[in-house]
Structure formats: structure tokens, C-alpha cells
């Protein structure tokens, strides 16, 4: 059985940039959420991704969007970046309806 | 706003001792409760996790207690490692998401 990957593993943008965040979710299952954590703090939820829609979203701006595509993978899009967005960003798998969810190993993006 | 409130921020126990973090939430829509361990430049892992119908769920060297008419959960980690040095974090599940709390760091001292 294979586990949430996540790529790049860094990156480093400058303000006003748009970047792209890839993740693989684990085998077997169809949902896949992002999550941002910033230094110190606990993980805060983007949006999640069912059925290769949105399934919910939290309280950040239009500038994150997603996709989710037929094989259960997913990008998140950050356009005009701002300082504030570096930070790790987490992918989560897990099944529709169930509540167990799985997080890779994320992604730490800083903007300069 | 944080919908899940950790405490404390981080603590320091001696090898072999107890180590307790407790977590309150408000939201009675909540309906799993699961507990992530998290390394240094690593993802959250699922380390255990309780739904509001049980008071007690123990695995291993690690209990949750949960006390659903005060609305508060609780890590107790038993004769602490020096490998059980990481952040740990209390979450609860609603509808789609988790909301986190702000995390405990634990050191254990050898």
C-alpha cells in the first residue's frame, strides 16, 4: 500500500508569483484535502476534493484553488503570492464520508 | 477563530514519566476526535482517536480519556521515550474537515 506523496519537497517563490503543489493520495483513496500549517501553529483546512470537485472549503481566498483528477491526484494553485502563504502545506487522503484521514509528508513553500 | 484549544504549549518530562495534553472544544457537532503526532520537517501521523460515545480508548503506551458533557479531551502518554520527542496535536472532525489545535511540543529527557 502506498502513502500520501506529496512533490516539490521545497520551494522558494517571490511575492506576486503563482505556484503549483502536487500530491498523490494514498491507494484506494478517492478524497484528497489540503491543509495549510503555518511555523508553530496547527494545520488549518483549504478545501477538499471529491469526485474530481470541491467538497468544502475553509476561510482562505479565491487565489487557492484546486483540482483533483480521475486518478484521485490533486494540485493546489496559489496565485499572487504574499508573504504570509509560506508555509507547509499538507495533502490529507482518506475515503468519502469517513473521517480518518492520512497527511503526507507536505510541501514548505516561502515567498521572499 | 481556534475552534479546538490545546494546552499546554509544550511541557518537559523525565524518561519513563507521564506526559498530558489536554484539548476543549466547543462545536457539539464534532464526532471524531483523533490525536496526530508530528516530527520535524514530517506530516502529521495518526497516532489514536476516540468518538464521543466512548469515555476511554487506550493503546499501547497512549490513552485518550474524553469527557463529552464538559467538552474536553485528553492525550495521557505513559512511561514516556525519548523517541515520543515530537509535536502533538488534537484535532476533531465536522462534515469534511478537521480543525486542529495549536499543538504541544514534548521533550523527553533521557
Known amino acids: 500500500e502506498t502513502g500520501v506523496t506529496q512533490s516539490p519537497t521545497h520551494l522558494i517563490k517571490t511575492r506576486g508569483q503563482q505556484v503549483t503543489l502536487r500530491c498523490s493520495s494514498q491507494s484506494g483513496h478517492n478524497t484528497v484535502s489540503w491543509y495549510q500549517q ?32 480521475p486518478n484521485y491526484s490533486s494540485e493546489l494553485n496559489v496565485n499572487a503570492l504574499e508573504l ?21 509528508p507536505g510541501t514548505r513553500l516561502t515567498v521572499l | 477563530q481556534q475552534q479546538v484549544k490545546q494546552s499546554p504549549q509544550s511541557l ?44 476511554e480508548k487506550k493503546e499501547g ?27 502533538y496535536f488534537c484535532a476533531a472532525w465536522d462534515d469534511y474537515k478537521l480543525s486542529f489545535g495549536a499543538g504541544t511540543t514534548v521533550t523527553v529527557r533521557a
Open chain 1, 84 to 104: 504570509d502563504d509560506s508555509a507547509l502545506y499538507l495533502c490529507a487522503s482518506s475515503l468519502v464520508g469517513e473521517d480518518t484521514q492520512y497527511f503526507g
Open chain 1, 38 to 69: 503555518a511555523l508553530g501553529q496547527g494545520p488549518q483546512f483549504i478545501f477538499q476534493y471529491y469526485r474530481e470537485e470541491e467538497n468544502g472549503r475553509g476561510n482562505f481566498p479565491p487565489r487557492f484553488s484546486g483540482l483533483q483528477f
Open chain 2, 12 to 55: 518537559i518530562v523525565q524518561k519513563g514519566g507521564i506526559s498530558i495534553i489536554n484539548c476543549a472544544y466547543e462545536n457539539t457537532a464534532f464526532d471524531y476526535f483523533p490525536w496526530y503526532q508530528q516530527f520535524p520537517g514530517k506530516g502529521p501521523a495518526l497516532l489514536i482517536a476516540i468518538r464521543p460515545d466512548v469515555s
Open chain 2, 61 to 87: 503506551r497512549f490513552t485518550i480519556s474524553f469527557n463529552k458533557s464538559a467538552k474536553q479531551f485528553s492525550l495521557h502518554i505513559m512511561d514516556s521515550q525519548p523517541g515520543d520527542s515530537a509535536t
